[in-house]
């Protein structure tokens, strides 16, 4: 049995990106781990641009990790999304910030899951009904608080020589929040 198996009985989740950076950007033309043009990425929140991976991190209200994916940083918010909400219960509700917003990918999702994503929705768009928006209001200041915990572990200052060192890492990041985070 999978570790996360333990968790994924729950019915809300939250589910958010965060950049982790290889090098600075200045030195991403000598870089032997990652090359390319795929590995350069934005990160909106922080209004900054980044070169390596991008962290897709689907956790349980209290902030377990359950589910993540390790993307190059160009790749948009909603490509793994259906991988990451595979092992969630059916009527699973999926809490995302704006990145997520796609009618498509929601329905599409609803219809082979049974999972719903609830996404806040954009300035232009019609809004949410009050009960989902009374479920975000709740529950995205906690993802956000688990990014904090991750960036205050260094995940954000990997240092590794291979591509596998720097996922070993990563993996013990992980594991440390959800010892953290166990209460």
């Not at 729950?10 to 200045?26: G, H, K, N, T, W």
Request: charged fraction near 20%.
């Amino acid at each position: 049995m999978v570790l996360s198996e333990v968790w994924t009985h729950q019915s809300v989740y939250i589910i958010d990106s965060m950049p982790l950076p290889v090098c600075r950007r200045a030195r991403a033309g000598r870089c032997r781990k990652v090359r390319g043009k795929v590995y350069y990425g934005y990160c909106a929140a922080k209004d900054e641009r980044f070169f390596g991976w991008r962290l897709h991190l689907i956790c349980t209200s209290d902030g377990l990790p359950v589910s993540f994916s390790v993307l190059p940083a160009s790749y948009h918010d909603l490509t793994p999304v259906h991988e990451l909400t595979y092992g969630l219960p059916c009527g699973a509700l999926v809490v995302a910030d704006k990145g997520y917003n796609s009618g498509k990918d929601e329905s599409s999702l609803l219809a082979h899951t049974g999972v719903r994503l609830v996404v806040k929705r954009k300035d232009n768009m019609l809004p949410n009904c009050p009960a989902d928006e009374a479920l975000i209001a709740l529950h995205r200041k906690r993802i956000e608080t688990v990014n904090s915990q991750l960036e205050n572990m260094g995940i954000q200052d990997l240092h590794a020589r291979t591509n596998e060192g720097f996922l070993l890492k990563l993996h013990a990041s992980l594991l440390a929040l959800l010892c953290a985070n166990l209460n």
